[in-house]
């Protein structure tokens, strides 16, 4: 299937901040700068917070042609990092560029295109873009299935067990699943696998030489990051044998069992230079009108978190790594950054940004 494609437009970013770290869990960096925010107090909140964590990380701050970075045990900033579900926006953006040029609706019935599950018929496609299609992830916890074993290739079935379960009141749940059913649909409407078809829409048209879908692009290596085995904790003993409990972090063989789950919902691998040209091209309407994506209500929109006052973003977490996006809607500043093994804390970010808005 051919698109048409569009001119490139670009416009100028007065704020970038980008952070990219190793390791994962659940402990959130401090934040005692209060309301006024400078770029002095964020570096040394940021700085300082995670040096004491012990664990590689780099940064990136850009204010008006200004940039400063920095970080502890730093890489190159060219280096390729697991975005984990700030993926879900790039497949959000094939599933509404698709719509916008009429080869599906994302009012279509789910089950139009999807014939293994049954999904009733009020289901649409759009109900996978904001979580509210009443599927729920499986139980099964795959970061365990991909650090025990890190050369198993999962299957789908793996993820959705029969025991996984719809909900019909349109809730907002939470389903990385769903993200997977919205990769299948591409694959369905446009008989291209979903790896083929984000490479050519999305990673060659913005030439986005640092971006790829690990496990189908060669050479495609992000940076390893760090498991951190507290995870695992709440495990029954059958599973914890299987684990040096005696470490505090280790580091995954391969990534082959995760990404052979996480796909169009987590598997892509990119830097903080192409992260900033797909969110400027994305806002600057390349693919679509931007406003389609911030249709709807409530905390997730179509593949995007709306964090309230015009602040838009996603978070990520993967196996040994976590990430998070933040930038305002319909303005030039936003902030994107990426941390590992501390959790950095959304709203901090979404405080930040409100401050520099004002």
């Known amino acids: 299937m051919n698109i048409k494609m569009q001119p490139k437009v670009f416009s100028l970013i007065p704020i970038i901040f980008i952070v990219f770290m190793y ?16 770029k002095e107090s964020i570096i040394s909140t940021i700085t300082e917070s995670l040096a004491k964590e012990e664990i590689p990380f780099i940064f990136k701050f850009h204010s008006k042609g200004e940039t400063i970075s920095g970080g502890v045990n730093v890489v190159s900033e060219k280096d390729r990092f697991l975005i984990g579900s700030i993926t879900k926006m790039f497949t959000a953006t094939l599933i509404l ?11 279509d019935p789910v089950n139009t295109y999807i014939e293994e599950y049954t999904f009733s018929d009020d289901v649409k496609i759009r109900h996978l873009l904001n979580h509210t299609s009443g599927l729920r992830d499986s139980e099964t916890n795959i970061a365990y299935l991909a650090y025990v074993n890190p050369y198993e290739k999962l299957t789908l079935e793996q993820v959705v067990e029969e025991s996984t379960t719809f909900t019909t009141n349109r809730e907002y749940v939470y389903s ?13 409407v446009t008989g291209q696998s979903y790896n083929a078809y984000l490479d050519k829409q ?32 709440d495990l029954d003993d059958s599973k914890k044998a299987n684990l040096d409990m005696g470490k505090k972090y280790d580091q995954l063989d391969s990534y082959d069992a995760f990404v052979s789950v996480a796909g169009s919902a987590g598997a892509l691998a990119s830097n903080a230079d192409d992260v900033e040209t797909f969110i400027d091209n994305l ?26 006052n015009g602040i838009y973003g996603h ?32 709203q901090v970010a979404v405080d930040i940004m409100s401050t520099f808005l004002k």
Do not use: W
């Open 97 to 107: 560029e698709l719509h916008s040029k009429g080869f599906l609706s994302i009012d």
């Open 283 to 308: 806002k600057n309407d390349y693919f679509f009108d931007f406003d389609l994506m911030l249709e709807g209500e409530g905390e997730y929109r179509n593949g995007i978190f709306d964090y309230g």
């Open 23 to 38: 390791g994962c869990n659940s402990k959130n960096i401090e934040n005692d700068t209060g309301d006024n925010y400078s």
């Open 176 to 188: 990385n699943t769903g993200f997977l059913m919205l990769g299948r649909i591409i694959e369905i």
């Open 202 to 233: 999305i990673i060659k048209r913005l030439n986005l030489t640092n971006t790829c879908m690990v496990g189908f692009h060669e050479d495609c290596s992000p940076i390893k990051g760090y498991v951190n085995l507290k995870t695992f904790e």
């Open 315 to 346: 978070s990520a977490g993967t196996v040994d790594s976590s990430a998070q996006l933040i930038f305002s809607g319909k303005q030039d500043q936003f902030f994107i950054f990426t941390v590992g093994d501390v959790h950095f804390p959304a």
